[in-house]
């Protein structure tokens, strides 16, 4: 074989080549860093710090429509902007703008009279901040505690024709003073729930007078912080001594009567002979409220229009309404250190961390803070309807919602099964961070995860736990754990780079709503139905935004998008009607329902199931 020679430098050259591949070949090529090593930038001293602020007296509560809300979200929207997230709200900005109701004034046109006899506003009566504005002159009606309760064999309206007439009721519940009495756990109480039965059975308006067992008649005191939901009907609470004379005038003794109904449970209802004139002139007051939102562009120029979202509601109850589980401390701050501004200052957190790292991600995240939440996920639900990214190309959606108080090492996580990759995922990742789980499957929940999984979207809900100090004052900041809230944003941001990184698209899986059973005598949340409603309040009728598959409502046809307006012949205007009339019933009852679907009207008979 010819030998074939090379010059020396060739030679040189070629071995110089090899020894450099070599060597390079060494090198091991540069690997996106893990992402626990992002975790030891989290700082207990700074979320703290984020929550005290958020939580302070200066924010007074951070309720819905108030400036301080303002203040919180200007403030939110600053740390975005410092940190250079993109706006990603209306026009560019950081906010995007929705309108709430956040309350209901009595106008001038307010007015009582019984038996040509004028009562003075605000002195002798005020009117319900549910009321809506109308006018009437009609009959006076005694319908007694003003309750209907089929499952109690009890009805105030048995004996009497409301039909066009204005009822006068008691409030409170019959055999109030006894342990054992069958009204101690129902519903049937409430200014809402009699003003609601009233209106079905035909009345024009209903005025309320305390019951005797009750030296103070808190005119005024009891309704503060009311549900403010126009329910159709005009409704008063009045002053007992204005309208005692009306049954002196007819030979009747009130306080024989009402000891008679709770002796034996039988009505004692009847028509008094005057009329009554009633008019209620409700202003409710809008506001503009804003969710705060802010985003990362993804590396990777194939996945960054899929997205990721982060969120968490910055509202809470101002200076306490409704939803105070403290009312007699309404009037006081209701912190929301806990609820929600634990969760706000992770999101915070988060962006801050995402920010610095944002080169490592391939999709693109949404941080969001939401208002609205504590008046019905308003927020949420306005984002989830008008988004401001393709909610088709949206992954899942993680929500933190009071992850300030952990005890234990112990986190719930909701949602777990509305993707099949979840609960591996969470299970490996905690490796790293030893919390002890707790996991529901389901997406459903009191709080803006349940919007997103409305649209069926994979949906994680991080929470540390109920409190007794949940919607009261003494929910502070210095309650705060600060460094298991720290533990708690290590999974939800190794959770969220496991979403951003993986190379495939999570599965979304429907789980099924759980069905609470029905609570004591009162029927509870009643039948089983399978709606899940908008909680928005600018339409006439209940929203679904979900109905469950294999529920009464589905296998009857109705859809998500539908308007509920009409329940077994009764008009439906809003959620209270829609409760009241629901619990009414029972598993096995044929119900017809109207709703309006694209304008036009579907109506369908719909049977009822037992919750288990």
């Not at 109308?134 to 309760?149: M, S």
């Not at 009890?154 to 024709?161: L, M």
């Not at 007699?328 to 929600?340: F, P």
């Not at 002890?436 to 997103?452: C, E, I, T, V, W």
């Amino acid at each position: 074989m010819e030998k074939r020679y090379y010059p020396a430098a060739l030679m040189t050259s070629a071995l110089a080549a090899v020894i450099t591949l070599s060597f390079y070949s060494l090198i091991p090529v540069p690997q996106k860093p893990p992402a626990t090593d992002a975790l030891r930038e989290l700082s207990a001293a700074r979320y703290l710090e984020q929550v005290k602020y958020l939580a302070s007296d200066d924010m007074k509560g951070r309720g819905d429509g108030s400036p301080e809300l303002d203040k919180a979200a200007d403030y939110i929207a600053s740390q975005f902007r410092l940190w250079g997230l993109r706006p990603m709200g209306d026009s560019n900005s950081y906010f995007q703008d929705f309108e709430i109701t956040t309350g209901a004034l009595a106008g001038p046109k307010t007015e009582l009279q019984v038996n040509r006899t004028s009562l003075k506003v605000n002195q002798d009566f005020v009117p319900l901040p549910f009321s809506n504005t109308a006018v009437f002159d009609g009959p006076l009606v005694f319908a007694g505690y003003g309750i209907t309760a089929p499952e109690l064999q009890y009805d105030d309206y048995q004996t009497i024709d409301a039909t066009g007439a204005i009822v006068l009721v008691l409030r409170h519940q019959p055999q109030e003073t006894q342990d054992r009495s069958p009204f101690n756990s129902s519903q049937h109480n409430t200014f809402i729930n009699k003003a609601i039965n009233a209106k079905q059975h035909g009345a024009r308006g209903i005025i309320f007078i305390t019951d005797l067992n009750h030296e103070d008649e808190e005119v005024g005191g009891a309704t503060r912080g009311a549900d403010t939901d126009d329910l159709g009907i005009p409704a008063v609470h009045a002053k007992r001594a204005p309208l005692l004379k009306l049954f002196v005038d007819a030979g009747k003794d009130l306080g024989m009567i009402q000891k008679k109904i709770d002796t034996n449970l039988q009505p004692q209802s009847f028509e008094l002979p005057v009329r009554a004139h009633i008019a209620t002139d409700i202003v409710r007051t809008r506001k503009t409220v804003k969710n705060v939102v802010a985003g990362i562009t993804g590396s990777d120029p194939a996945l960054q229009n899929e997205w990721v979202i982060v969120g968490a509601h910055y509202d809470h109850l101002g200076l306490g309404d409704r939803n105070s589980l403290a009312p007699s401390q309404i009037g006081q701050i209701h912190h929301g250190a806990d609820d929600n501004a634990s969760g706000t200052a992770g999101v915070l957190e988060l962006s801050r961390l995402a920010a610095m790292n944002k080169n490592e991600w391939k999709r693109s995240v949404l941080f969001i803070t939401f208002a609205g939440e504590e008046t019905g996920l308003l927020g949420s639900s306005y984002f989830a309807n008008h988004p401001t990214i393709p909610l088709k190309n949206t992954m899942a959606m993680l929500n933190m919602d009071m992850i300030g108080r952990l005890n234990n090492d112990r986190l719930f996580i909701g949602g777990v099964g509305t993707s099949p990759s979840f609960r591996s995922w969470l299970e490996e990742l905690n490796n790293s961070v030893h919390l002890h789980l707790d996991y529901s499957d389901s997406g459903y929940g009191a709080s803006d995860h349940m919007s997103f999984n409305a649209k069926k979207l994979p949906v994680l809900f991080f929470f540390s736990g109920l409190h007794t100090d949940y919607h009261k004052p003494t929910d502070t900041s210095d309650k705060i754990n600060a460094k298991g809230a720290v533990r708690v944003l290590s999974l939800v941001y190794l959770t969220l780079d496991k979403v951003v990184t993986n190379a495939g698209r999570l599965e979304y899986a429907e789980v099924q709503q759980p069905r609470p059973s029905a609570a004591g005598s009162g029927g509870g949340y009643g039948p089983y139905f399978g709606s899940v409603p908008d909680f928005r309040d600018d339409l006439k009728g209940v929203l679904f935004a979900d109905v469950q598959n294999n529920s009464p409502a589905a296998k009857a046809g109705l859809k998500q998008g539908d308007l509920l307006v009409e329940f077994d012949g009764k008009p439906i205007e809003n959620l209270n009607d829609f409760t009241y009339s629901l619990r009414s019933k029972k598993p096995g009852d044929v119900v017809s329902i109207v709703v309006k679907r694209n304008s036009q009207s579907v109506k369908v008979d719909v049977t009822l199931e037992a919750r288990r």
